[in-house]
């Protein structure tokens, strides 16, 4: 079973960035695995924002392209996103898992957007 840690979030202002983390651990070989950041915001279900295949090929819902990008270091066993233009409706909780979601959920890192 693969376990995840997520870091990196707080309060930002309107048009601001953060850089999320997710450490990844466990059996399975990081390298080997597809990644995916999701996000759950207050009364909503948890959605996918971003994922990234173990070849480095991205993609974006439609309401982060051109803002979010996905990254991973393959040596570190992490996976980050890099969020720029930051507006008030991406405040929610923001988690990794593989994609598709088969790993155990972490705890998830808390983005705030609001002035």
């Known amino acids: 079973q693969v376990q995840f840690v997520e870091s990196g979030g707080g309060l930002v202002q309107p048009g601001g960035s953060l850089r999320l983390s997710c450490g990844a651990s466990?059996?399975?070989?990081?390298?080997?695995?597809?990644m995916g950041w999701h996000r759950q915001a207050p009364g909503k279900q948890r959605e996918l924002v971003a994922h990234i295949n173990t070849g480095g090929a991205t993609n974006y819902a439609d309401s982060v392209k051109g803002r979010f990008t996905i990254s991973r270091d393959n040596s570190k066993n992490t996976v980050y996103l890099q969020m720029n233009s930051l507006k008030p409706e991406d405040t929610a909780v923001y988690y990794c898992n593989t994609y598709p979601p088969f790993g155990t959920w972490g705890q998830g890192t808390q983005v705030t957007v609001s002035s």
């Open positions: 466990g059996r399975s070989i990081f390298s080997n695995l597809a």
